[in-house]
């Protein structure tokens, strides 16, 4: 692969060898290159609009400002860098809140780690990766609301997801393309937002907010 089209990819996660780990995995993949790595969201801001990555992978909790606090600025700092959630933290409405504030994407970091990989690369082509239990919440969230704003295909698409199964092989057994699994998942998110601002809002007016 030409050098120069490597896809930079940054990482703020606190835990060092975690944050080694995923260095090493993804500087030694073909294609990949290591923009910058974090230990908190501060020291990013100081130094990612310099670094300028492709695709930044940002952990939830971390010492000082949270990554969903962060979210705002950095989107701010680097407006064309896709940001990826990568987290141990799974509560629902850390995810809502994380995807309404412009993350493109939400991985458990069980993820394996050529999944890992292969959502940077989905993020870079539109896509909006997310993990198998990130799909079950998502799901049980909308049941429970009973206004579920998904069309039939994207509640499909998203079942198939909960239970475990790659995009690829998904496309393959609804019998349509790849990008099209990747532009309901996008759309998917974009409703979760629509959803969590609903959430927001109702909230708010139940508890006399506004």
């Known amino acids: 692969m030409h050098h120069d089209a490597d896809i930079r990819v940054a990482i703020i996660e606190d835990d060092v060898t975690i944050r080694e780990g995923y260095a090493y995995l993804i500087g030694n993949t073909d294609g990949y290159k290591i923009a910058g790595t974090y230990a908190s969201c501060e020291d990013a801001l100081r130094k990612i609009a310099h670094d300028d990555p492709d695709v930044l992978l940002l952990d ?4 000082g ?26 509560e629902e409405m850390l995810i809502f809140r994380a995807l309404g504030n412009g993350a493109e994407g939400y991985l458990t970091k069980n993820t394996p780690p050529d999944k890992i990989v292969a959502a940077i690369h989905e993020v870079m082509d539109g896509g909006g990766p997310m993990s198998a ?25 998203l079942e198939q997801i909960s239970t475990g199964k790659s995009r690829k092989r998904i496309a393959d057994e609804l019998y349509i393309d790849l990008e099209t699994v990747k532009s309901h998942i996008k759309n998917i998110y974009h409703k979760l937002d629509v959803h969590s601002k609903a959430d927001a809002i109702k909230a708010a007016r139940e508890n006399k907010f506004i």
Request: hydrophobic share 40%; aromatic share 4%; glycine share 2%.
């Open 60 to 63: 939830v909790e971390l010492p």
């Open 65 to 90: 400002i949270s990554g969903i606090e962060a979210l705002p600025k950095l989107k701010k700092a680097v407006p064309d860098t896709h940001i990826l959630i990568l987290t141990v933290y799974e």
């Open 133 to 157: 239990n990130i799909a079950r919440m998502v799901i049980s969230s909308f049941k429970r609301n009973d206004s579920s704003p998904l069309t039939r295909r994207e509640t499909e698409i």
